[in-house]
Nanobody, 121 residues
Framework: QVQLVDSGGGLVQPGGSLRLSCAAS????????MGWYRHAPGKERELVASISSGGTIYYAISVKGRFTISRDNAKNTVYLQMDSLNPEDTAVYYCNAEVATSHVHGLYASWGHGIQVTVSS
């Protein structure tokens, strides 16, 4: 199995910054897309940002210009640098990776446990 360990959340004031990390481990054959979702109470789950194995990047319009996604393929790790945070960014953030454990089986989605990010004064 492949496990995703996410970390880096916490409480910050508006305008502050946080950096989230998510490392994949286990029987990894390949990893394609990696990304970050968030889910706030009363709202639908939202794809915040994603990055492909080749470096193609997507950002939700609500975070474009403030968040930066990156990955280190050698470490099987994806990062999310969050700057200029505002209260609307408050949510539980989940990392995600499309992984395969062998050349026989197709890709499946693996998820982190979730990180609480709270932006409040």
């Amino acid at each position: 199995q492949v496990q995703l360990v996410d970390s880096g959340g916490g409480l910050v004031q508006p305008g502050g910054s946080l950096r989230l990390s998510c490392a994949a481990s286990g029987s990894i054959f390949s990893i394609n897309d990696m990304g970050w979702y968030r889910h706030a109470p009363g709202k639908e789950r939202e794809l915040v940002a994603s990055i492909s194995s080749g470096g193609t990047i997507y950002y939700a319009i609500s975070v474009k210009g403030r968040f930066t996604i990156s990955r280190d393929n050698a470490k099987n790790t994806v990062y999310l640098q969050m700057d200029s945070l505002n209260p609307e960014d408050t949510a539980v953030y989940y990392c995600n990776a499309e992984v395969a454990t062998s050349h026989v089986h197709g890709l499946y989605a693996s998820w982190g446990h979730g990180i609480q990010v709270t932006v409040s004064s």
